[in-house]
Nanobody
Framework: QVRVVESGGGLVHPGGSLRLSCAAS????????MGWYRQAPGKEREFVAV???????NYADSVKGRFTISRDNAGNTAYLQMDNLKPEDTAIYYC?????????????????WGQGTRVTVSS
């Protein structure tokens, strides 16, 4: 089994910063992509940013220039540095990890979501 755990959420004033972490653990063979999504109250879950490896990342227009996604050298932990936060960034932030894992001598695809971490931007 693969487990994904987010951390780093909290309450911050507008203009402030937060750094979210996403750690994937388990018998992982490789990770194709680690992405961040968010769901604001009463809204659908939406894409925020994704790292597909080889220094390739994509961002939602609403966060470009303010958020930065990165991964550690081992590749199993992703970070979302969020700067100049706005009240409209308030949401539960979820991490999604797509990759392959070892299972009974086979390599099997996985796509796992974390439980989410809450970010509140308010004065």
């Amino acid at each position: 089994q693969v487990r994904v755990v987010e951390s780093g959420g909290g309450l911050v004033h507008p203009g402030g910063s937060l750094r979210l972490s996403c750690a994937a653990s388990g018998v992982i063979s490789s990770i194709n992509a680690m992405g961040w999504y968010r769901q604001a109250p009463g809204k659908e879950r939406e894409f925020v940013a994704v790292d597909t490896g080889f220094s390739t990342s994509n961002y939602a227009d609403s966060v470009k220039g303010r958020f930065t996604i990165s991964r550690d050298n081992a590749g199993n932990t992703a970070y979302l540095q969020m700067d100049n936060l706005k009240p409209e960034d308030t949401a539960i932030y979820y991490c999604n990890v797509d990759g392959h894992m070892f299972e009974n001598s086979w390599v099997k695809h996985f796509d796992v979501w974390g439980q989410g971490t809450r970010v509140t931007v308010s004065s």
